[in-house]
């Protein structure tokens, strides 16, 4: 691999870190490490309704105490910083007008009481609103409206967003290192909304103009963020910037196996699924493997395994002896089942 290998964990603080969220910075830390890379802390805290307080701290904790230090991050080596999205607010509508320009992307005006109004409309009849190729021009946008009334509109402060133009007719080849190639057809995407007229990137443009600008190799987070590859990749190609490489690692399930393992399902087993202790503002506080009493590197230990094996029957490993082991090539397709039993 010619590409310095530069990895990043992007977590929104909106409360505290999931033991998911642990496994995919863990997978992280051992892909750099592995191939003497850099791991990079960023906190994606551009919608600001979601943001909790106390949540960026724990993240920063937790990652200290699974011993998976990040080399850049927020305060630490900020060589390619601000690590945090908020402190970068100013750097991303250059990037939207560019689109815009090259004829990616467009203002649309359209209120939400309108949207709300299409989407009703649509269910109603028995189907599914979607904002693209096949009613963007029967919709208020910058390709709809002559260039006169767009002016008027944008001078006037009228809302808008900035929507990606979706292609029409075009099949997609993704690649993804876990998954191999995924195709998909263009026409059923919808024009993302990558801009907001509150002068805030949505999380779609905010982290690709990241992993571009922070020089990031390889993307590995979950499988969550999968339908999200489309768009990714597609904004790339109007950039003109090369992509990074892609790994989508697996859910982690509940204990029987079915369905996205949930903080209730450790309240109702008896058993953590965060790192360490929350105290949220109300409610009960949730429990930690830290309080508990677990060694940290009992955790990573098991949560290695979830989703990945090193093709051996060894199953105690150190962090050093995940680092040499572990590869991305071994990581399942299939939802790991979280059982600490
Ligand atoms: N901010 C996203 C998250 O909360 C990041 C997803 C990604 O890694 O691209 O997980």
Known sequence: MSK?????????????LHIGGVRTALFNYLY?????????????????????????????????WCNIPFDEGPDKNEKFGPYRQSERKHLYKQYADQL??????????????ELDYHRADHESK????????????????????????????????????????????????????????IKIDTNVLDDKVLF???????????????????EISHVIRGEEWLPSLALHMQLYTAFGWEAPQFAHLPLILKPTGKGKLSKRDGDKLGFPVFPLEWHPEEGDPAKGYKEEGYFSDAVINFLAFLGWNPGTEQELFNIEALTQAFDLE????????????
């Open 126 to 181: 028995g189907k599914t609103f979607i904002y693209n190729w096949h009613n963007r021009l029967k919709l208020s946008n910058s390709l709809s409206l002559t260039e006169e009334a767009v002016q008027e509109k944008l001078k006037a402060g009228d809302d808008y967003v900035i929507r990606f133009k979706s292609p029409q007719d075009e099949t997609l080849h993704l690649k993804d290192i876990i998954r191999g190639e």
């Open 4 to 16: 310095n290998v530069r990895v990043r964990f992007a977590p929104s603080p909106t409360g505290p």
């Open 100 to 113: 815009i320009a090259s004829g990616n992307a467009y203002y649309a005006f359209d209120t939400s009481e």
């Open 196 to 214: 907001k007229s509150d002068g805030m990137p949505t999380y779609h443009l905010a982290n690709i103009v990241d992993d571009h600008l922070m």
């Open 32 to 64: 750099a490490k592995k191939h003497n890379g850099t791991f990079i802390l960023r906190i994606e805290d551009t919608d600001q309704t979601r943001y909790v307080e106390g949540a960026e701290d724990y993240i920063v904790n937790a990652l200290t």
């Open 330 to 341: 071994r990581v399942n397709k299939a939802g790991a089942r979280f059982d600490p039993r």
